[in-house]
């Protein structure tokens, strides 16, 4: 039987992670950690080393793009792919470029369960750096 792949979710809204946990979990391909605090979350990527990360880019804490940067700027964690997942970007954008804006993958919210299912199948396969 193959190992299921890791996933931390990093969101506050808590609807949105217990939605994310059911899809993935229920596909029997993830393992779902969740997290609605952003120091949580980087303590979790840090003691878990999970295969991907998904982080809502807007938080009240602390943003996305600085847990980004406590993440990568870690040795324990600077690997892990990082998707982002923001309702500011509209999902034509995010076709343009290939799920890219920057050079950042992006996941537009909301998101359908299949397209969630595989665009995190994908990165994983690819194994792509982020």
């Known amino acids: 039987m193959q190992e ?36 949580t979350g ?13 982080l809502d880019l807007f938080m009240p804490e602390m943003d996305g793009s600085k847990v980004a940067e406590h993440l990568l700027a870690n040795d324990n964690t600077k690997d892990i792919p990082i998707v982002f997942l923001t309702a500011l970007v509209k999902g034509d954008e995010v076709k343009d470029g290939e799920g890219r804006i920057g050079g950042r993958r992006f996941i537009p919210k909301p ?9 995190i199948e994908a990165i994983l396969k690819k194994q792509e750096p982020i």
């Open 111 to 119: 998101v359908s369960p299949q397209d969630l299912i595989s665009q």
């Open 42 to 54: 980087i303590n979790l990527a840090k003691a878990n080393k999970p295969d991907l990360i998904l």
């Open 4 to 39: 299921k792949a890791k996933i931390l979710i990093i969101d506050d809204e808590e609807d949105i992670c217990n939605f994310s946990k059911s899809i993935l979990e229920k596909t029997g391909k993830f393992e779902v950690t969740v997290s609605t605090r952003p120091l």
